[in-house]
């Protein structure tokens, strides 16, 4: 399996790439063909994109939504942006965008309304989707990239922007005015910085959280359940993952992501945040196997013996089937398993669960963690680098975003705007707890190699995790193998690709921060 297919793993589960969630609405718009000459009405077509042309008519039904926005059209990008402008200087203009082959129909669908907007034709590259990776840095090594855009998994960012594979955004931000500071810091600074220089603009603002069975846990905890008191330490979530453990009824304690490859290490990460777990000095030594590193192993050892049978082998889409099949009573996962847990035709365990604030470790910090996701980002060699810029400004505007978690389709929005919309909140049952959050979570640095080191890590993890190694080996060998990979990606004799100081803010945001609880 190559990266990029255990990347997408999580997104190819439910056919969401790129532009998939526009695209499933986008396809009722039956906006007119794109015509240079004859471009529709801006207002017009800014009117279709809208929670009556792109919310599902199920969803819209389930919640009685009305056509009122679940964004600030204020903040949404679309409907600020002088479209005559962006006319004026880009109609008759192409943009190439590369994007997994699977998705080339839908994602033209989805892009007809930009087309309609700005006058730019698109024309989609299309790349295999197991090599998404290995094509994109050999077109980009080659320095005659066939794509202007790409969005992809935002811990590769420092292997595209390191080399300066990729085109700094900033004139464009500040030209065409793009709300970066409606974006949650965690997002704006991991998923759009590099070496202090804006490369990309966040897509998939995803966030790990704890999610609970109410008819399962209050039984345990003899009532209701307190989104930040109920379970406030992971030595209690232990606790009662193993009390519902004994309840049986074919419901297992627990549900986590243990198989190999970077799932552990994103558990690992996970649990370790809350220790106070940092990757690096300011040296850029990895410091795997410190005290907070350890804490996480042993915690994750102790959960392991409540977690249902397979939790060794199990990614997201086996995580996600087993929560909401109602396989299981308590689950660390993504802030996704919350929203499609409401929805019906998804989920068996509707309004039988809730998500609650993170669970905290003694001397360590409260840092829920910001982990995967994906970003948007212009090719330093593209022909119209300001018309990709346009284009995934568009596809990235807080409303598109915010009618993708109505659609509950995985693609999350990572807006203040959009994530503090109480019509939103209504049909999204994490999203306050998710918000609130965010102004502390934490982050692993998108260094060259990053994701290569965590793929190294989580073979070890999940050895330790099976009984091949002790703890202290696994991370003893992940911090070998990620000394060697930084080598051979620049950092050595004290040289590095990018400063500490410009990524150490985004590691973790909390610093300072009152509790939201």
């Given at each position: 399996?190559?990266?990029?297919?255990?990347?997408?793993?999580?997104?190819?589960?439910?056919?969401?790439?790129?532009?998939?969630?526009?695209?499933?609405?986008?396809?009722?718009?039956?906006?007119?063909?794109?015509?240079?000459?004859?471009?529709?009405?801006?207002q017009?077509?800014?009117d279709?994109i809208?929670?009556?042309?792109?919310?599902?008519?199920?969803?819209?039904?389930?919640?009685?939504?009305?056509?009122?926005p679940?964004?600030?059209?204020a903040?949404?990008w679309?409907?600020t942006?002088?479209?005559?402008?962006?006319?004026?200087?880009?109609?008759g203009?192409?943009?190439?965008?590369?994007?997994?082959?699977?998705?080339?129909?839908?994602?033209?669908?989805?892009?007809?309304p930009?087309?309609?907007?700005?006058?730019?034709?698109?024309?989609?590259?299309?790349?295999?989707?197991?090599?998404?990776?290995?094509?994109?840095?050999?077109?980009?090594?080659?320095?005659?990239?066939s794509f202007?855009?790409?969005?992809?998994?935002?811990p590769?960012?420092?292997d595209?922007?390191?080399p300066?594979?990729?085109?700094?955004?900033?004139?464009y931000?500040?030209?065409?005015?793009?709300?970066?500071?409606?974006?949650?810091?965690?997002y704006?600074?991991?998923?759009?910085?590099?070496?202090?220089?804006?490369?990309?603009?966040?897509?998939?603002?995803?966030?790990?959280?704890?999610?609970?069975?109410?008819?399962i846990?209050?039984k345990?905890?003899?009532?209701?359940?307190?989104?930040?008191?109920?379970?406030?330490s992971?030595?209690?979530?232990?606790?009662?993952?193993?009390?519902?453990?004994?309840?049986?009824?074919?419901?297992?304690?627990?549900?986590?992501?243990?198989?190999?490859?970077?799932?552990?290490?994103y558990?690992?990460e996970h649990?370790?945040?809350?220790?106070?777990?940092?990757?690096?000095?300011?040296?850029?030594?990895?410091?795997?196997?410190?005290?907070a590193?350890?804490?996480?192993?042993?915690?994750?050892?102790?959960?392991?013996?409540?977690?249902?049978e397979?939790?060794?082998?199990?990614?997201?889409?086996?995580?996600?089937?087993?929560?909401?099949?109602?396989?299981?009573?308590?689950?660390?996962?993504w802030?996704?398993s919350?929203?499609?847990?409401?929805?019906?035709?998804?989920?068996?365990?509707?309004d039988?669960?809730v998500?609650i604030?993170?669970?905290?470790?003694?001397?360590?910090?409260?840092?829920?963690?910001?982990?995967?996701?994906?970003?948007?980002?212009?090719?330093?060699?593209?022909?119209?680098?300001?018309g990709?810029f346009?284009?995934?400004?568009?596809?990235?505007?807080?409303?598109?975003?915010?009618?993708?978690?109505?659609?509950?389709?995985g693609v999350?929005?990572g807006?203040?705007?959009?994530?503090?919309?109480?019509?939103?909140?209504a049909?999204s049952?994490?999203?306050?707890?998710?918000?609130?959050?965010?102004?502390?979570a934490?982050?692993a640095?998108?260094?060259?190699?990053?994701?290569?080191?965590?793929?190294a890590?989580?073979?070890?993890?999940?050895?330790?995790?099976?009984g091949?190694?002790?703890?202290?080996?696994?991370?003893e060998?992940?911090?070998?193998?990620?000394?060697?990979?930084?080598?051979?990606?620049?950092?050595s004799?004290?040289k590095?690709?990018v400063?500490?100081?410009?990524?150490?803010?985004?590691?973790?945001?909390g610093a300072?921060?009152p509790?939201?609880?």
């Amino acid at each position: 399996m190559t990266l990029f297919k255990q990347s997408v793993s999580r997104r190819s589960f439910l056919r969401t790439t790129a532009t998939v969630g526009l695209a499933a609405g986008a396809a009722g718009l039956k906006l007119p063909a794109f015509a240079q000459s004859n471009l529709p009405d801006i207002q017009a077509t800014l009117d279709k994109i809208s929670v009556d042309g792109y919310v599902r008519e199920d969803y819209r039904k389930l919640y009685k939504l009305s056509s009122d926005p679940l964004w600030d059209p204020a903040k949404d990008w679309i409907r600020t942006v002088d479209w005559e402008k962006v006319r004026s200087e880009q109609s008759g203009k192409t943009v190439r965008f590369a994007i997994g082959a699977a998705d080339q129909d839908s994602a033209a669908e989805g892009l007809k309304p930009f087309e309609a907007l700005s006058g730019i034709k698109v024309e989609l590259v299309p790349i295999p989707d197991d090599s998404f990776y290995d094509k994109a840095v050999a077109e980009f090594v080659s320095g005659n990239a066939s794509f202007d855009a790409l969005q992809f998994f935002s811990p590769w960012l420092g292997d595209f922007a390191a080399p300066g594979f990729l085109a700094e955004l900033d004139d464009y931000a500040a030209k065409w005015k793009l709300p970066l500071d409606d974006f949650y810091d965690t997002y704006r600074l991991n998923y759009g910085y590099f070496g202090g220089k804006l490369v990309g603009i966040p897509f998939d603002c995803d966030i790990q959280m704890v999610h609970l069975r109410k008819s399962i846990v209050e039984k345990i905890l003899g009532g209701p359940i307190d989104k930040s008191k109920s379970v406030p330490s992971y030595d209690e979530l232990i606790r009662i993952s193993g009390e519902a453990n004994k309840l049986g009824g074919g419901v297992a304690g627990l549900g986590m992501m243990l198989a190999r490859g970077f799932w552990s290490t994103y558990t690992w990460e996970h649990i370790g945040a809350q220790a106070g777990l940092k990757l690096f000095d300011e040296q850029w030594n990895p410091q795997l196997a410190s005290d907070a590193g350890m804490k996480a192993m042993d915690i994750i050892m102790a959960l392991q013996k409540n977690a249902i049978e397979g939790t060794s082998g199990a990614g997201w889409g086996e995580n996600r089937a087993a929560w909401l099949g109602g396989q299981v009573a308590t689950n660390i996962s993504w802030q996704d398993s919350g929203t499609q847990a409401m929805r019906p035709d998804q989920s068996k365990i509707v309004d039988d669960f809730v998500t609650i604030y993170e669970p905290r470790i003694a001397g360590g910090v409260f840092a829920p963690p910001n982990i995967a996701g994906s970003t948007s980002c212009v090719a330093a060699t593209s022909q119209n680098p300001e018309g990709a810029f346009l284009m995934l400004a568009f596809l990235t505007t807080s409303s598109i975003m915010a009618m993708n978690e109505a659609n509950a389709n995985g693609v999350a929005p990572g807006y203040r705007s959009v994530l503090g919309n109480e019509r939103l909140r209504a049909i999204s049952q994490p999203m306050e707890v998710w918000a609130n959050s965010l102004e502390h979570a934490w982050c692993a640095p998108r260094l060259p190699g990053m994701f290569e080191m965590e793929q190294a890590l989580g073979n070890e993890i999940n050895r330790a995790v099976t009984g091949q190694i002790s703890a202290k080996e696994a991370l003893e060998n992940g911090q070998t193998a990620w000394k060697k990979i930084m080598e051979k990606n620049g950092f050595s004799g004290g040289k590095a690709p990018v400063a500490y100081a410009d990524v150490a803010p985004g590691m973790y945001v909390g610093a300072g921060k009152p509790l939201p609880f």
